[in-house]
C-alpha cells in the first residue's frame, strides 16, 4: 500500500507564500513523475506542475515564474513553493504520483487527499 500525505495549505494574504507538502510511503519502489493539481469551486480541476525523476519541471502558464515545483532529499517528498499569491490561486491542491511498487510490477497513479489553499485579505 502507497500513503500520500499533503500538507501545508493555509489562508494567506494576497501577495503572500505558501509551501505545500506531499509525502509518500508505503512499498515504493521508484516516483517517476510527481504533479500537482488544484480544483477551486465550482471549476474542474486543472494541472499546475510536474517534476520528473530526471528532475525536469513544467509549469501551467497561470503559475509560471511564482510557482517552483521540487523533491526532496529522501525524492519520497514533493514540494510546492508558492509565492506571489493571487486570490485566484484560491482552490484544493492535490498532488498526484506516478509510481512503482515493490509488492508487483507495473505503474501506478495516487492521490493526495488535497490540502485548501485561500488567499484572502
Known amino acids: 500500500q502507497v500513503q500520500l500525505v499533503e500538507s501545508g495549505g493555509d489562508l494567506v494574504q494576497p501577495g503572500g507564500s505558501l509551501r505545500l507538502s506531499c509525502k509518500a510511503s508505503?512499498?515504493?519502489?521508484?516516483?517517476?513523475?510527481a504533479k500537482w493539481y488544484r480544483q477551486a469551486p465550482g471549476k474542474q480541476r486543472e494541472w499546475v506542475a510536474t517534476?520528473?525523476?530526471?528532475?525536469?519541471?513544467d509549469y501551467a502558464d497561470s503559475v509560471k515564474g511564482r510557482f517552483t515545483i521540487s523533491r526532496g532529499q529522501s525524492l519520497n517528498t514533493v514540494y510546492l513553493q508558492m509565492n506571489s499569491l493571487k486570490a485566484e490561486d484560491t482552490a484544493v491542491y492535490y498532488c498526484?504520483?506516478?509510481?512503482?511498487?515493490?509488492?508487483?510490477?507495473?505503474?501506478?497513479?495516487?492521490w493526495g487527499q488535497g490540502t485548501q489553499v485561500t488567499v484572502s485579505s
Open positions: 498526484n504520483l506516478v509510481l512503482s511498487v515493490t509488492t508487483r510490477g507495473g505503474t501506478y497513479s495516487y
Open positions: 508505503g512499498s515504493i519502489s521508484s516516483i517517476y513523475v
Open positions: 517534476i520528473t525523476s530526471g528532475g525536469s519541471t
